[in-house]
């Protein structure tokens, strides 16, 4: 008799600890998609406004280029000094793409290493057969 008290009380500690467990990983896993959700929110907004600029920049290239085709040798100076400046600003948003994809896959890697970490404790908790020594 008493033996099966002492195996349900084993049992009983078992599923109260894996419930608090579950809860824990459940919560992380939630931190860790909102964190994700941010980031994917962050990215589309940058994207979004970077192809308005590179919109607003083709149609001053064909602005450019249609005036040159009028007078190839009027206001050449100007046309010249304001493609250095688009070619500058190409290369800027160029950078912030590339930062902004950097700090995209770094949370992304970040996250699904934490799951894995995650996934592994579990299956060495459940694969150990002296975990109720321990408690």
């Known amino acids: 008799m008493e033996l ?3 195996i349900s009380g084993i049992l009983t500690v078992g599923v ?3 419930i608090v467990l579950f809860k824990h990983i459940k919560s992380s896993h939630t931190e860790l998609l909102s964190s994700f959700n941010k980031s994917s929110h962050i990215s589309s907004a ?3 406004d970077l192809r308005d600029e590179i ?3 083709k149609t001053l290239i064909i602005d450019i280029q249609a005036s040159m085709e009028k007078d190839q040798y009027e206001s050449l100076s100007n046309i010249n000094k304001r493609i ?3 070619d500058t600003v190409a290369y800027e948003n160029l950078n912030k793409i590339q930062q902004s994809n950097q700090v995209f896959n770094k949370n992304i890697t ?3 290493n ?3 970490q ?6 060495t908790l459940a694969q150990d057969p002296n975990m109720l020594s321990r408690y």
């Open 4 to 6: 099966i008290y002492f």
């Open 16 to 18: 109260i600890y894996s």
């Open 46 to 48: 940058r994207r979004a």
């Open 55 to 57: 919109e607003d920049i």
């Open 84 to 86: 250095k400046e688009l």
């Open 110 to 112: 970040d996250a699904f």
């Open 114 to 116: 934490e799951i894995g």
């Open 118 to 123: 995650l996934k592994t404790n579990l299956k």
